[in-house]
């Protein structure tokens, strides 16, 4: 069964400052996925990551995706507040069944 | 149309009704998936059409009912709900599922309140 975990669940961080979120997955996949969720809104694709070595970037976010160590980290470079959601990773499995998210990570970014 | 769309945005029910909830993209996607979502948890996978065809169904109880009549819209049938199933219930479609997941495009959910 695949499982993903994603760390820290909670963070709060100042203005300014850069952050990385880490998911971590439990059996081979090569595709993985980020997404935003504002409070009570739906999920926005922020980053799809297809292979060992992928990188990819948008504004302050950079997201990057190591398939042997099976890691993603998601890097908030300069946070500003408009940065505050929940990010969750999702992992594909391999057979193509189904996403696996992780339980997300509660950003908060303060002024 | 780039967007997945949901009706309502907001619905509350008693126990004893019997209401729909509609899912619709014109993107060409071929499945189509719903998810339900509790208050600061991820997405659980409730259901998966594959080509109009039921496909995954994840132990969902029979008060949820799935239909897709085409392949632009999905249908969720409720009935006899229990205070227990308010959540968010997100719609999502994807281009195919046959070679693996492909990326997922979220609906805006409908926010269920079930008393």
């Known amino acids: 069964e695949l499982k993903v975990e994603q760390n820290p669940l909670f963070l709060s961080m100042q203005e300014g400052k850069n952050y990385t979120i880490y998911c971590n997955y439990s059996t081979t996949s090569d595709r993985l996925y980020w997404y935003r969720q504002d409070p009570g809104k739906s999920l926005e694709s922020l980053f799809v990551l297809l292979s060992n070595g992928a990188v990819k970037q948008e504004g302050r976010l950079m997201a990057s995706l190591d398939t042997k160590a099976r890691l993603s980290t998601l890097h908030i470079t300069a946070a500003v507040h408009d940065l505050s959601a929940t990010y969750f990773c999702a992992v594909a499995e391999t057979s193509g069944s189904r996403l696996t998210f992780g339980e997300g990570t509660q950003l908060t970014v303060n002024p | 149309d780039t967007e997945v769309t949901q009706t309502p945005k907001h619905l509350v029910m008693g126990m004893t009704n019997k209401k729909s909830l509609k899912c619709e993209q014109h993107?060409?996607?071929?499945?189509m998936y719903w998810y339900k979502q509790k208050a600061k948890k991820p997405p659980e996978l409730m259901f998966v059409y594959s080509y109009e065809k039921l496909s995954i169904n994840e132990s969902v109880p029979s008060r949820f009912s799935p239909e897709c009549p085409n392949s632009s819209l999905l249908n969720l049938h409720l009935h006899a709900l229990q205070p227990e199933d308010s959540a968010l219930y997100l719609c999502?479609?994807?281009?195919?599922?046959?070679?693996?997941?492909?990326?997922?495009?979220f609906g805006p959910g409908t926010r269920l309140t079930v008393l």
């Open positions: 999502a479609s994807s281009p195919t599922r046959t070679s693996g997941w492909d990326e997922q495009f």
């Open positions: 993107m060409g996607h071929r499945a």
